[in-house]
């Protein structure tokens, strides 16, 4: 009992610190319709897709769903790193409450804020031309929440191996860009090379995106169920992994 009141406390503070500052709400919605409106827009004029209402917004649609995801659920490491230095994750280390715990409340906070404004987003579809209905709303909810649990997890174990800002900045740098351009989110994949195809499809954000297209869209590269085995497999390695590490990392501090 002491376990999920303990998880349960954690989620409520991420969610507390995430509704506290409303400019990040905001920019977690002016960010993506930019994306969409602009770049969209852009790269659109010149790419048809002739078989799609919406055109080339509608395609990158699920896909910058899918970016504001991973930008949130990975920064979000921030947290352990800014409960660190304030002194905070030092009195959750004493509370009676498991380490991996900890990481899974941290975990199921950070995706709750993902899931919100991926919501947001999926009822912004109608800017793009892009039909919402109930069952399609209650499928991408579920793709988002294992998308962000599995990146939410990598973001917290990235923090784990980081003692300062900077050093999480820097290496978010070399890992968040590279798997939100390798994911398809803005172009298909198939037809490329085969060593960008190897790229891609050891990306897990990658059949996170085609899962979500194939909700949204109707349209995929893989089967549905392929890539949500894939997402949902990912969400828990990534749990595991990171309450793992955490746990050693943490207890060689104490």
Do not use: C
Not at 40 to 63: C, D, E, H, K, V
Not at 86 to 93: A, H, P, Q, R
Not at 159 to 165: E, I, K, P, Q
Request: aromatic share 12%; glycine share 8%.
């Amino acid at each position: 009992m002491a376990e999920l009141e303990g998880i349960y406390t954690i989620w409520l503070r991420e969610n507390k610190r995430f509704l506290r500052y409303r400019s990040r709400i905001l920019t977690s919605v002016v960010t993506p319709l930019l994306w969409l409106l602009i770049f969209g827009t852009g790269l659109g004029s010149a790419i048809r897709f002739g078989n799609m209402a919406g055109g080339y917004q509608a395609f990158i649609f699920p896909g910058i769903i899918a970016q504001t995801i991973l930008f949130t659920s990975v920064f979000s490491g921030l947290s352990v790193i800014q409960d660190r230095q304030f002194g905070f994750l030092k009195e959750i280390l004493v509370a009676p409450i498991s380490r991996p715990s900890i990481v899974l409340g941290k975990a199921i906070g950070i995706s709750t804020t993902a899931l919100i404004q991926g919501i947001i987003l999926l009822f912004l579809s109608f800017v793009v031309s892009v039909p919402m209905t109930i069952p399609i709303l209650l499928e991408s909810i579920g793709v988002i929440i294992l998308i962000a649990l599995g990146l939410s997890g990598m973001g917290l174990l990235i923090a784990s191996f980081t003692d300062s800002m900077e050093g999480f900045n820097l290496i978010m740098s070399f890992i968040v860009m590279p798997i939100f351009l390798l994911s398809g989110a803005l172009f298909p994949i198939t037809g490329l090379p085969s060593w960008l195809q190897v790229a891609v499809y050891i990306n897990p954000l990658t059949y996170g995106v085609d899962a979500l297209r194939s909700i949204i869209l109707h349209q995929s590269v893989l089967p549905l169920y392929v890539s949500v085995v894939v997402v949902a497999i990912f969400a828990v390695l990534m749990i595991l992994i990171s309450a793992f590490i955490f746990s050693k990392k943490e207890q060689s501090l104490m």
